[in-house]
Each structure stands twice: as C-alpha cells, then as structure tokens.
C-alpha cells in the first residue's frame, strides 16, 4: 500500500515515515504542501495522511480540492491536527474520509488507514 505523508514538522514526518514503512507500506513523504495535488497525481497514493495546520495551507482545502479534482477525488484522506476536536472535527464537511486528533494512537491510525484503504 502507498501512503502520501503531507506533514511540516520534521520530526512528526520521520516518525510517521518510519512507523509506516515497519508496517510494510510504501510512503511519499512531503514536509511542503506546495505540490500536493501533482504529488498525489504522479503518486498515485492508495491513502493520504494529510495535516490540517500547513505552513502556509489548511489541510482542509487541499482535501477539498483533491476531492473535487478528477481522475484522484476517490483517493481516500485521513485529515490529522492537534487543532481543537471542533475543527478536526469540522474536516468531514471537507470530504475527509477520516479525522484524528494529535496526538493519537499509532495502532488505531494504522487500523483507519487501512479501513479507508479497503473501501
């Protein structure tokens, strides 16, 4: 399985990284949203682990964009913040297949990906 990591702090990005690659998933990992969208085209990822709070972005929006952009909105999106409950919560309106709260249980982040993977 292929995961597209789109986080900004480095040592969260090393640490999914390589939990995610022990699990035996193969990973793009992007510290910039600045490619997202192309990343996601030229990756053809199976999931995508998106921050919400991006130097420069809201995760939000580039879950709402992938999801209204042809050929990749059926991608599945896993929207991660320490932000409030509320507004992680406020992500499914976005089109986030899930939302978690940081910090969170790798175990349980591991079981959605591949639940949102599976459908």
């Not at 969208?37 to 992938?66: H, K, T, Y």
């Amino acid at each position: 399985m292929k995961i597209l990591i789109v986080e900004n702090e480095p040592a969260t990005l090393d640490v999914l990284t390589l939990a995610m690659e022990m699990e035996g998933f193969e990973v793009i990992p992007l510290i910039s949203a600045k490619s997202f969208i192309a990343s996601i085209i030229a990756n053809e990822p199976d999931v995508v682990l998106l921050d919400i709070d991006l130097d420069g972005f809201d995760g939000r929006g580039l879950c709402r964009e992938l999801k209204e952009t042809d050929g990749i909105r059926d991608t599945p999106v896993i929207l991660v913040s320490a932000l409030s409950d509320e507004k992680v919560r406020s992500s499914l309106a976005y089109g986030a297949d899930v939302a978690i709260s940081k910090p969170f249980d790798l175990v349980d982040l591991l079981g959605q990906i591949r639940d949102v993977a599976e459908k």
